[in-house]
């Protein structure tokens, strides 16, 4: 089972998103079964923030000096404990909300592609080679048609 902590620190993200921790932590429960940890407690921490505040986080643990929509910091230890931190994720709402005033459906959309694709990141997936970026993208959609149902 998979427990998303969620912390808002920018106010845009209630126009889209009213009931933030239930939308996450039941959106986690459409995931293929694989992803879903049975048995497990797994806990992750979101943060959903803005472009001032993940340009910061990018400078200070990436060393690029510009926003991006999303940020992910796993937290490494044994995979095999019964309660795993998997570290945390960092969404912005202006990425997010592009092009402006986006439709709520279509914000949702694409906030659960990239929520999607920092989760992964927390699993150790990344797309720095090309066979990576191809196995990663055929589980973020794996997981993305799981989650179909669940976003209409």
Known sequence: MIKVNVLSEDKSWSKKIKKKEIFFNNLCKFFPKKFQ?????????????????????????????????????????KKKAKEIYLGDIIISYNYMNKPKELSTYLFKKKVVKIFIHGFLHLLDFDHIKKNDYIKMQNEEQKIFKSVQKFIN
């Open 37 to 77: 940890f049975v048995n497990k407690k797994i806990y992750l921490t979101l943060l959903l923030s803005n472009n001032k505040r993940i340009k910061k986080l990018n400078r200070k643990f990436r060393k690029k000096n510009k926003h991006t929509d999303i940020l992910s910091f796993p937290f490494h230890q």
